[in-house]
Every structure is written in C-alpha cells, then in structure tokens.
C-alpha cells in the first residue's frame, strides 16, 4: 500500500474545496468537533490507541454521525448487523460497537501506529474498502466534495457505478476544516497552519498568496517608522 499512501498525501497537498461546499464542510466539521461529541470519541479513542478525529469522521461517513448505529457500517448496534462486516453485535452501547469496529474487523484500525496525513488517509480508505484504488480513481469516501473527486461510486455492497456522484462529504474535507492532521514540521492544518477559511472555504496557502500580506505589513510598517520619526525630531525641538 506504499503506492497508495504516497498518491494520497500528494491529494492531500493539491486538495482545494470549492467555494459553494465550504460552508457544508464548516457545519459537519463544528458537529463533528462539538465538546460532547468529541468527549465519545476520545473515550473511544483511550480504549482504542485510534485518534478521536479518524472515529469522528468515520462517525459520519458511515452513520451520518448518529449515535444509534455502528461505527462499523451504519447498522444499528443494538441488533446484529446485515451488512459489510456483517453479524457483528449487538452491542451494549454505541462505544461497544465502534470498540469492535476498530479492534476486531478489517482492517483491524487498532493495530495501526502510523498516523500521518498520507498514511492516516489509506487507513480510512481501507476501512471503506480498496474498490476505487484498484479501479485507478479517487476514493469518494476520501475526497467527495473536493477537486479531487468527480463521479464514481460503490451504490452498494459490491456494485459499482461509473456514472453516480457522490454527495457526501468526504472525510479529506472534513479533516481539513477540523484541523487536526499534521504537516510539515509538525504544524497543524487548518486557519493557522497554512490554509485560509474565508467565505466557509479552505484553500491552501501557496506562495502567491502571501505576497498581498507581505507587501501590506511592509508597507504599514514603513509608515509607522515614518511616523516615528517625525514625532522624535518634533521632541528635539
């Protein structure tokens, strides 16, 4: 899977959401983030070793975030499940569910230790299921909702069609607008580690960007050394 952790750290680098989905990113991702939700996960996350943010927003992709189904695939967790992974449960509680979600089904999340951007990204694919990194396409799963992905999608377990677009959120977006994966020198993504949130829309910093504020600061800065100047000469009169 070297391949496919290296391809999605460089999706990740070149990743841009467009303006009219930042706000649906921004409202999944404050839901996502909300103190109580995050306080399940992290309990998760203690029995588990998985960062809260990867529970998070597998929470969302497979139940739309609600609390009565299985981080697993979706089903309710108070009854044995019918789909992929199948006859799982039930469970005492939605903790229960996802303990075993991690722990004891494919790709047994658990065990993982590597969880920078690329590798964390291939560790959600997994979970999802390899169909669209054999076929050559970008995980919807991943990316929906970015520049990253256009059409494609597994409409059931197993069944694919070319033609159908995803229109959930996919989990790169959300992890962008949480900033919560890590870049570079450790420093973290979102608002203040190289991204700007303006209009509800994530856009990564290049270069070019920064010139406008380089040339601002310069310029306010001359003007206060002028300034300066002129009230010391003032004072030696």
Wanted: aromatic residues 12%; contains cysteine; positive net charge.
């Amino acid at each position: 899977m070297d391949n496919l952790v290296t391809l999605n750290q460089h999706r990740w680098e070149q990743m841009h959401i467009p303006a009219d989905k930042g706000p649906q990113f921004k409202r999944v991702a404050d839901r996502l983030t909300a103190p109580a939700a995050v306080a399940r996960y992290k309990a998760v996350e203690k029995r588990t070793g998985v960062p809260w943010w990867f529970i998070a927003v597998t929470h969302e992709r497979e139940a739309s975030q609600r609390w009565d189904r299985s981080l697993a695939q979706g089903d309710p967790w108070n009854k044995k499940s019918i789909h992929v992974p199948a006859n799982r449960g039930p469970f005492n509680s939605w903790e229960d569910a996802a303990y075993d979600a991690l722990v004891n089904c494919p790709p047994y999340t658990a065990r993982n230790k590597d969880w920078s951007v690329g590798n964390a990204l291939t560790m959600l694919e997994k979970y999802n299921g390899l169909g669209y990194y054999r076929k050559g396409i970008p995980s919807p799963y991943i990316w929906a909702g970015t520049n990253q992905y256009v059409q494609g999608k597994y409409v059931s377990d197993g069944v694919y069609s070319a033609t159908t677009v995803d229109t959930q959120l996919g989990v790169a977006g959300l992890l962008k607008f949480m900033g919560v994966l890590k870049t570079g020198a450790g420093a973290a993504t979102g608002a203040a580690g190289g991204v700007i949130v303006a209009g509800g829309t994530a856009v990564a910093l290049t270069p070019h960007h920064y010139w406008p504020w380089i040339i601002g600061g310069t310029i306010v800065a001359a003007i206060i050394a002028g300034i300066g100047v002129l009230v010391y000469r003032y004072n030696k009169r």
